[in-house]
């Protein structure tokens, strides 16, 4: 009875009287035998992108949409947000979409669900006038929610070409700085705990390189010698084996190879020559962008819902 009850729900302890009619097949009335729920079920899901693989079925969400869900089941979920642009300029890497796991046992609903876009990576220009400023910073990366959690957007970095902002913003992972080489030192962004960490700050010096963001397996790294760009956080891996929410690596310094690396689970690296733009986070990871020295910083790649319970 206790399979029974996993299956179609009901009370404890478990009568039998409960399950009339309970699928096809079922008897409505009258003796129940427990022969009459082999190869039955009053299970039903729909909604995103249905895969099946190990034994489980997949149901994944890269936009908006609604899991529909009929009986009772155990589920494990996986909500991403969207990560943070990579700035321009000396710049940091974006910081990774905020990242949360659970798991449940769900009933008959309707579950909305919410996928957050990546932010826009920062503008390169050769002014510093105060409106055009603001337009060509890096943007933070927007929620996910989804089954009770909401998952906060990534962090966008700091950047010379941003000098309102050098400082790496806060978000799911923080956001990296930028190289201090015209200012004072700058600050990574914080991440919040359970959902990621904080980006790298530089201190002062000569170096022209970026600090990297950060991931949800760890925080960004600063900048490294001889104008290196620090790399970003790792992600963490989820139960499907893909890595999500790498933090975006910081952009080099003067030549060619300089970067940063993006962290494992689609960070973006930082730029790979010195007016190269930093690469954007790979999509529906949750991906920070990479920064760049002296071109437009990478976007963050959007984030991602996925659902998943035993075939």
Known sequence: MLQVQDEF??????????????????????????????????????????????????????????????????????????????????????????????????????????????????TYGSTNVQNQVNSRNPKKGSNSSGFGLTSTGGGAAGGNNNPYRRNGESGGSGGGGCSPQFHSTSNGGSGISGQGNNGAGCVQGSQWAGAGGGGAGAAGNTRRANNLGGHGGDGLQWLNGTFYAGGGGGGAGNGANQHGNGGNGGGGRGNSTQFGTGQNGTANTGGGGGGSRQANGGAGGSGIVIVRYAT
């Open 9 to 122: 729900g009901g009370s404890s302890p478990t009568s039998i009287t409960e399950y009339y009619g309970g699928a096809s097949g079922i008897p409505t009335s009258g003796e129940i035998a427990l022969d009459d729920f082999y190869g039955t079920s009053s299970f039903s899901a729909s909604g995103g992108t249905i895969t099946t693989s190990g034994g489980y079925t997949y149901h994944t969400f890269t936009s908006g949409g609604t899991f529909v869900f009929n009986g009772t089941k155990a589920v494990e979920y996986l909500v991403v947000a969207g990560g943070g642009g990579g700035g321009a300029g000396h710049a940091g890497g974006g910081g990774a979409g905020g990242y949360q796991a659970g798991s449940a046992t769900l009933t008959t609903a309707n579950y909305t669900i919410t996928v957050g876009a990546g932010g826009k990576g920062g």
